[in-house]
């Protein structure tokens, strides 16, 4: 009897793929339906975020049941490896089944240094069993964060039309993350490059191709707002409905910002929408690579004056909170990003406070600046301190602007942003917090 119930169990094993759960667009590798060794998700943070597939020794393999849809000959994924690395073949049926293709990683650094390689495989459709078979050397081979199955026309990497982004796909709003498109053209992707505020961002950008998402832009928007790099001459984001081509709502122009990792944030007026829509960010340039995209975000705004406002003598205030980007995780010295916030109606500031834990040592009080959105000072005022965590003198650091300003995007200057606090929490931007009246 005992036998019979482990020659069932056994089958069941082998036949796992028949109740297993589908994965398709871009699968976290830690999803898999069944894995040999020690293979498992592991608590090392993947490429963008989340944690990663592990423990991946020579012989070993993880399976999934994969929907490669209407047909896929393009394979993408990201990993990591801090020794020799080794190959990653595709392979369907089986860990011996047919062989798809072949990915090659080297040591990328270190097992949280990740990078992205794709590889053609054999034109294939429909739901399969998967399988990543793990070959290399002695020890472990790499971390794998995800990986995604495409369609391409042709071997420069041009993406064949993909059906409509209403027919599925997972809705956005808020600040979206411009890396989680639910399709894309070209070889427009998910990059290992360093995004505005922490994690990664879009790229591979080039001209005529297209990110598309499945966007909510609520009760009604008619800003656009987005944060974008370039390390040549740039070019144009159109923002789209409905298709690549459909109505167009505005255009973002980016120039060089000095390279693929500083970020600049732009925004521009857009014909008023609602509700959720097929949005398409179209990107026009010239050769080569135009920009790497880490954002973006669409608001409603009933200013389109451009108001600059006028600052008036500083004094002190009360009033209620509408921006704080702190948080209670360890934090470091020097910001990474803008500390940007928006203002949706007419409002007073009446104090804006800054944190300068700096290792426990404070920094004298210095100043405290106010641009909009198209670089305009529009105020600086000196800075009182005071006691901060742990009684840690001239931690904080405050002034009191009273100043008024239009619905719109607001940045935070600080005189001495080499002790102004910052981490990933707050995506690389200063710690703020801004009271108004």
Same mark, same amino acid.
């Given at each position: ?229 370039? +390390? ?5 984001? $159109? &923002? ?5 081509? !459909? =109505?167009? @709502? #505005? %255009?973002? /122009? ?105 290792? +426990? ?5 210095? $100043? &405290? ?5 198209? !670089? =305009?000072? @529009? #105020? %600086?005022? /000196? ?55």
């Amino acid at each position: 009897m005992k036998k019979w119930i482990i020659l069932f169990v056994g089958i069941l094993a082998c036949k796992f793929m028949a109740f297993g759960q589908i994965s398709n667009g871009k699968v976290q590798a830690k999803s898999y339906t069944q894995s040999t060794g020690r293979v498992h998700a592991t608590d090392e943070p993947a490429a963008e975020g989340g944690t990663c597939l592990g423990w991946i020794s020579n012989g070993t393999y993880a399976a999934y049941r994969h929907d490669f849809g209407s047909g896929a000959n393009l394979f993408r994924i990201s990993a990591s490896s801090g020794t020799s690395g080794g190959s990653i073949q595709i392979r369907t049926g089986s860990s011996s089944g047919t062989l798809l293709g072949t990915v090659q990683f080297s040591n990328t650094g270190s097992f949280t240094k990740y990078q992205t390689k794709e590889t053609t495989i054999n034109s294939i459709s429909g739901v399969q069993d998967l399988y990543l078979v793990f070959i290399g050397g002695a020890g472990w081979l790499f971390n794998i964060a995800w990986f995604e199955t495409l369609s391409t026309s042709n071997s420069s990497g041009m993406v064949l039309t993909p059906a409509p982004v209403s027919s599925g796909g997972q809705i956005s709003n808020g600040k979206v993350q411009a890396k989680s498109y639910t399709q894309s053209t070209g070889r427009v992707h998910a990059t290992d490059e360093p995004a505005a505020e922490g994690g990664t961002c879009l790229g591979w950008i080039s001209n005529g191709t297209y990110a598309a998402y499945r966007h909510d832009f609520g009760s009604g928007a008619n800003l656009f707002r987005i944060s974008a790099s370039s +390390g040549t001459s740039g070019g144009s984001i $159109q &923002i789209r409905t409905g298709s690549s081509s !459909g =109505t167009l @709502l #505005g %255009t973002v /122009q980016f120039s060089n910002t000095g390279s693929f990792t500083k970020y600049q944030t732009k925004e521009t007026t857009i014909n008023s929408i609602s509700g959720v829509q097929d949005l398409y960010l179209v990107f026009i340039g010239g050769a080569g690579w135009l920009f790497n995209i880490a954002w973006f975000e669409t608001l409603s705004t009933n200013n389109s004056s451009g108001m600059v406002p006028t600052p008036v003598s500083s004094q002190p205030v009360l009033g209620s909170i509408i921006f704080q980007n702190g948080n209670t995780s360890g934090v470091f010295n020097g910001v990474k990003s803008n500390t940007d916030f928006y203002v949706r109606q007419t409002t007073i500031i009446s104090s804006i406070l800054n944190y300068h834990w700096n290792n +426990g040592n404070g920094s004298q009080p210095g $100043q &405290i600046g106010l641009r909009d959105a198209r !670089g =305009t000072i @529009l #105020g %600086t005022w /000196q800075s009182e301190g005071s006691d901060g965590m742990r009684g840690v003198k001239n931690a904080n650091w405050t002034v009191h602007p009273n100043i008024t300003l239009q619905p719109g995007i607001y940045m935070i200057t600080d005189s001495e942003p080499s002790t102004w606090s910052q981490n990933s929490g707050s995506f690389g931007a200063g710690f703020s917090i801004v009271n108004a009246k």
